[in-house]
């Protein structure tokens, strides 16, 4: 019997692993069976639907860094070649080729496409391979007999193998109810539907690509000033030249540096960095300010949301409060946004393996070669915390293909076929 893994979210990730999965199986491979448990749709999160965007805006990342790329396989040795080519069949060029658009595309200068166009690429992609699909919303993950079990409300997936993928939910923020005060699903509802912010002081908090999409959007708006709060000392421009590049897309040599030339690989590169576009956006709008600062604290006076900010001067710590007429909390998304769901069964696994609390550090310093959690079985595949021991590129869109290969190649035990039990006939999502 083949192993099963299964997979919260059926987003860019899990489509690259299911889209491999499929070539090898063809090409008469043993591999995992795989499942996607997904609330809303496939790619939501690149719709307005998903609460990240309002799907309108531009893709951050080359879209040619597609399901297979960078096409270097290395699962199948003396087939690796006929495995990049039969990738080939779900890149992003043979997607515009199938939707007679690519000839446009060229002429038009191979235009970075909007969100919305890069989520019907990836449903073209899950529906050329029949990807596995059961709507349903994760309400929690246990261990049940060495295998994990994603139970929703009207079913439980049980698989010898789990990939957590995407943001988390994007409906949290500082200061829940307050009309005041929206988080990023509130925010990108609101630009889906035309509704123009009018608002003297704007604050946007967060310095990395989440917020900066929402400066983007908010140049459109009726306001007077915007004040970016980071605790970076300024607003970085992400690295984009080949050398930085190629770290997403190469891994080689990354393990060899040390754990402190990772974390500034990291922050020049990836974290809490706008990309030159925005950058170049920011410059010709005046209404934009930054404020250094963590927000400690958050409460409604006088008509104004009041934020208290923390900064560090030295061994001091300094509190200063700031009003304003609207918040937006675009801090962005959560690497741990599953620990809630996790039972109990299954944090003392985890705090087994890792050898004590579960925390976000020991979790990434625990990822291995395989994107998984080191000396945990059954296996936990965490992608999106891989960036500090095995590359910038594995928690993004920037070497699905890689990805791909280092989770299917992990050492599964297979066992019995999924077992689903539902009170209800399950309806795959399209």
């Known amino acids: 019997m083949s192993a099963t893994l299964a997979v919260v979210g059926a987003g860019a990730k899990a489509v690259a692993v299911a889209a491999k999965a499929a070539e090898l199986r063809t090409m008469g491979v043993d591999v995992p069976d795989v499942i996607a448990v997904e609330r809303t749709g496939i790619a939501a999160n690149w719709q307005a639907s998903g609460g990240w965007t309002d799907g309108q805006h531009r893709l951050g990342t080359s879209p040619e860094k597609d399901v297979g790329f960078p096409y270097r396989s290395s699962l199948v040795p003396r087939r690796n070649a006929e495995l990049d080519e039969r990738m080939t069949r779900h890149s992003w060029q043979s997607y515009l080729i199938a939707t007679g658009q690519f000839a446009e595309w060229v002429d038009r200068g191979r235009p970075a496409p909007t969100h919305r166009r890069w989520s019907q690429y990836l449903r073209w992609v899950a529906d050329n391979i029949d990807m596995t699909v059961i709507a349903g919303e994760v309400q929690r993950i246990s261990v049940s007999e060495r295998r994990w079990a994603l ?115 990291l922050a020049r590169t990836d974290r809490g960095v706008f990309s030159a576009r925005v950058q170049d956006a920011l410059l010709a709008d005046d209404r934009i300010r930054h404020l250094r600062g963590r927000v400690a604290h958050a409460v409604a006076r ?63 310093q625990s990822i291995g070669y395989d994107l998984a959690v080191t000396d945990v079985v059954p296996k936990l595949f965490l992608p999106g915390l891989s960036g500090l021991t095995q590359g910038p590129g594995f928690p993004n869109l920037s070497c699905l293909g890689l990805l791909s290969d280092r989770v299917l190649g992990s050492d599964y035990s297979a066992s019995a076929d999924t077992t689903i039990r539902s009170s209800d006939e399950h309806q795959p999502i399209r």
């Not at 900066?212 to 709060?229: D, G, K, P, Q």
């Not at 060899?256 to 974390?263: F, I, K, N, W």
Request: glycine share 10%.
């Open 151 to 265: 139970h929703t409300h009207e079913t439980t997936v049980h698989a010898d193998a789990v990939m957590i993928s995407g943001p988390g939910q994007a409906e949290r923020s500082i200061l829940p109810g307050n009309p005041r005060v929206l988080s990023i699903a509130q925010f990108w509802h609101r630009a889906a539907a035309h509704e123009l912010i009018v608002a003297e002081r704007v604050a946007v908090i967060g310095g990395g690509e989440t917020a900066a999409s929402m400066l983007n959007e908010l140049f459109r708006h009726r306001v007077s000033t915007i004040t970016v709060i980071s605790p970076q000392v300024t607003l970085f421009t992400r690295g984009e030249g080949f050398f930085e590049n190629t770290l997403f897309s190469d891994p080689t040599g990354w393990t060899e540096l040390t754990l402190a030339e990772r974390r500034d690989a």
């Open 302 to 364: 006088d008509e104004k949301i009041r934020l208290t900010l923390q900064t560090e001067r030295g061994s001091e710590r300094l509190e200063t409060v700031h009003g304003f007429d609207l918040v937006i909390d675009g801090s962005g998304a959560d690497a741990l946004w599953f620990v809630p769901l996790l039972g109990q069964d299954a944090l003392d696994l985890l705090e087994l393996g890792l050898g004590g609390p579960l925390t976000g550090e020991a979790l990434q």
